[in-house]
């Protein structure tokens, strides 16, 4: 890896503190059968505490950046692992639909702030030219969570109790913690990321287009993952144990599409690699609905289609970051709290059809429109850049 040594074990902090978060973001999905079973309520409405975690990750995104943007990044990110610790571990405490709907918004609450936070750290720790390869160093920390931590999470939930895999996450907390004190640097910021621009960010409207291709073109990615569980079990027919499997190979198909993405970014620009990304999700999405009754088909597929979704991470993220400058770490938070506005509203747009009685497989559907607006977005905001540098290269020439 091109990235200073000195630097790695920062990196690697920053990748255990993402594991934490994937393993508390993605095991309530392999769960969500048992929750449901056990808080007496029904599948559709356990997947309301996916919405009420991505919830939390957009209210405490901007809002934590804002209030920390004072702090060494070092400290903010110690402070936020706290939070994350406290509220994850609580909510295994819970005993009833309202309280764990309470416990996973605060959960989610320092999600954004840290992935935000932690990917302007990571390119400051990286070489010059390497930005995309420090981020998806990162980020390798949430995939690499899909292939060991959720899969054991979810077994742990279903053989003993849903509660286990949230005191699982406690436990991963407290490790980010320790290795944060102890690896990372003391980084120093800008002026003008301590002072967070919030009204320069409102006014960038490049940045809302970003946002908005975020949230509905990654929202493609959750309209199925988050109803993954039922449809190995019910369209599939395959026993519960697995739904753990195909999760495992769903998280590794994410580790090789995020360092993949990281690739596509240096050959391309960040946002023709979104697009890239996208259309093939697109596509991969509507297949999926045409196979998705061959049991050993559909267990491939959950590798292929998680590949091809987290190509986008690394991309977006550094597309939000070129896009506000003079506030990096506001603008980077709030691209975590557009991933998550595509969570919830991916697990909630998937979810009608089926509280409609289409049945699971149409949540691939949903998924494929998602990406396919996204698509749109991202062509859109080219085509703006394209006459914008235009009228500029006029104006130029005509003084």
């Keep these: 890896m091109n990235i200073n040594p000195s630097n790695k074990k920062a990196l690697v902090a920053l990748a255990i503190g993402g594991f934490g978060i994937g393993l508390t973001e993605f095991v309530i999905m392999g769960i969500l059968t048992e929750v449901s079973g056990a808080l007496g309520i029904t599948i559709p409405q356990a997947g309301h505490f996916i919405a009420a975690y991505a919830l939390g990750v957009v209210v405490g995104a901007p809002l934590l950046t804002g209030l920390g943007a004072k702090l060494s990044p070092k400290k903010m990110l110690f402070l936020l692992m706290i939070w994350f610790t406290v509220f994850n571990t609580l909510s295994g405490l819970a005993n009833g639909y309202g309280s764990l709907l309470f416990l996973r918004f605060l959960s989610g609450i320092p999600h954004g702030a840290f992935f935000g936070i932690g990917a302007v750290v990571a390119t400051k720790l990286a070489k010059k030219g390497k930005s995309a390869q420090a981020i998806s160093i990162m980020f390798s920390g949430l995939t690499i969570a899909n292939v060991i931590g959720v899969p054991i999470g979810t077994y742990l939930g279903q053989q003993f109790s849903w509660s286990v895999s949230f005191y699982l996450v406690g436990v991963v907390g407290l490790l980010a913690l320790g290795s944060i004190y102890l690896w990372m640097p003391k980084i120093e ?121 987290f190509t986008v991470a690394t991309p977006i993220q550094m597309a939000i970051i070129n896009t506000s400058k003079g506030s990096e770490m506001l603008g980077s938070s709030m691209n975590q709290s557009a991933f998550n506005m595509g969570n919830a509203s991916g697990a909630y747009l998937a979810g009608l059809p089926i509280a409609f009685g289409y049945g699971i497989i149409y949540s691939s559907l949903v998924g494929a429109c998602l990406a396919f607006a996204g698509v749109g977005i991202a062509v859109g905001i080219l085509v703006f850049r394209k006459r914008r540098e235009m009228k500029y290269r006029k104006m130029a020439i005509s003084c």
């Design 189 to 309: 910021i800008e002026a003008s990321e301590k002072e967070v621009s919030v009204t320069k960010g409102l006014k960038n409207s490049e940045l809302w287009a970003l946002i908005a291709l975020t949230t509905i073109g990654t929202g493609g990615f959750f309209a199925w993952y988050s109803y993954v569980a039922p449809l190995i079990t019910e369209v599939a027919g395959l026993p519960e144990h697995f739904v753990g499997y195909a999760m495992m190979l769903a998280g590794l198909g994410m580790v090789f599409g995020n360092f993949m993405g990281a690739k596509m970014a240096e050959l391309f620009s960040p946002l023709k690699a979104v697009i890239i990304s996208l259309s093939i999700m697109c596509a991969i999405l509507l297949l999926n609905m045409l196979i998705a009754t061959n049991p050993y088909v559909l267990m491939a597929m959950t590798f292929v289609i998680g590949a091809v979704s």
